[in-house]
């Protein structure tokens, strides 16, 4: 056995580095999407919810055409499925920036007890 190999032969120390340079770029996918927004909109834009990609709200823009006092349901209801897609908007990006880090793990060998493998 070679020094630095467990009894299955795998190379800890290499084992180590990618777990490292993957804990780096995770790191940075979850920097970015701190900072990415996304929109969402309900009523054919009507309403529009800008939030991060992390879930933070960071404005609500209503058109006011659907400003009704005696229609305020409409209005709920507009900003509830405009806050649901951008929230939608924000788990595809999150997706798309974390699903190659997700998969990677399960590439990393043997044994490691990750979800995914």
């Known amino acids: 056995m070679q020094p630095g ?8 120390g290499a084992l180590l580095q990618q ?3 993957m804990q780096e770029q995770l790191m940075s996918a979850q ?3 701190a900072e990415a927004e996304v ?19 960071r404005s609500v823009t209503i058109d006011p055409k659907v ?5 305020v349901e409409t209005l709920q209801d507009l900003i509830v499925g405009a806050i649901s897609d951008a929230a939608q908007a ?3 990006l999150q997706a798309e920036k974390m699903g190659p880090l997700a998969g990677g793990l399960g590439d990393m060998g043997g044994g490691l007890g990750l979800p995914g493998q």
Do not use: C, F, S, W
Not at 5 to 12: H, S
Not at 39 to 57: H, R, Y
Not at 67 to 71: S, T
């Open 39 to 57: 929109t969402g909109q309900a009523g054919n834009g009507l309403v529009t919810v800008t939030q991060t990609a992390t879930g933070e709200i």
């Open 90 to 92: 924000a788990a595809d």
């Open 5 to 12: 190999q467990n009894p299955e032969g795998m190379d800890m």
């Open 67 to 71: 400003v009704d006092p005696e229609d």
């Open 19 to 21: 777990a490292q340079a």
């Open 31 to 33: 920097a970015e999407l």
